[in-house]
């Protein structure tokens, strides 16, 4: 690994979208030759996620800068403790500490509009019970996810949405990455998924650079792409 090279920005998608939500970002890292890999998130648990995206960054060759969309943000406090790994980037998402879940973050603050509005559903478990999975219930998707994305998009992405294990809410974080590696934030003022107020928090307490956008949804990924882009740069100058 030579310190001069430019890190990868490894880009990992939260609960209830898939890695085609980073298709913006993507697109502006690479004009700005920035290496990038979007790689699937399971959703099945804290620590198996987090395992297969530290497994993720430790086999690119050369530094690595984690980006974490909502859930995402979680694994890669966990993830982020991989040698290879230079920064963390949330992007609308929790910043875990250690032995800390996600509903206990949350549950800090007035709950956001999505945990009223979570269906759920089970899927087998080899050798044990069948598991419970949420989703966001398809008419409140649109307003909850995704208010500053155009109508026509918020119906495709609702109906293509990855649930995510419900135990992902009560498992501890096992590690928190911040505390050793720099770490940027962007708030979604407007989330109704995540209260911006836990994004603040958070981030607050990662001793994070913080860029808040005003009116952003939770997608803000999708919604504001060049931003999201550019705070990505920002960290990826910044660990080169």
Sequence with gaps: MTTNSTPTAVLVHGAFADAASWTGVITELRNHDVPVVAPPNPLRGLASDAAYIASVAAQIDGPVVLVGHSYGGALISVAGTAENVVGLVYIAAYAT???????????RFPLSPLVSNLKEATYPVQGAEPAVEVTIKADAFPEIFAADVPAAV???????????AASAF?????????????????VAAADQAINPEV??????????????LEGASHAVALSRPR????LIRDAVRATR
Excluded: C
Aim: charged share 25%; proline share 5%; net charge negative.
């Design 154 to 164: 918020t119906k495709v992405l609702a109906v293509a949405q990855r649930p995510l």
């Design 170 to 186: 009560t498992e501890p974080a096992s590690a928190a990455a911040w505390r050793t590696k720099p770490s940027w934030a962007l």
């Design 227 to 230: 931003e999201v882009a550019e």
């Design 97 to 107: 500490d250690e032995g800390e879940s996600l509903g206990e973050l949350q549950g």
């Design 199 to 212: 994004q603040r928090f958070g981030a607050k307490r990662a001793g994070a650079t913080i860029v808040e």
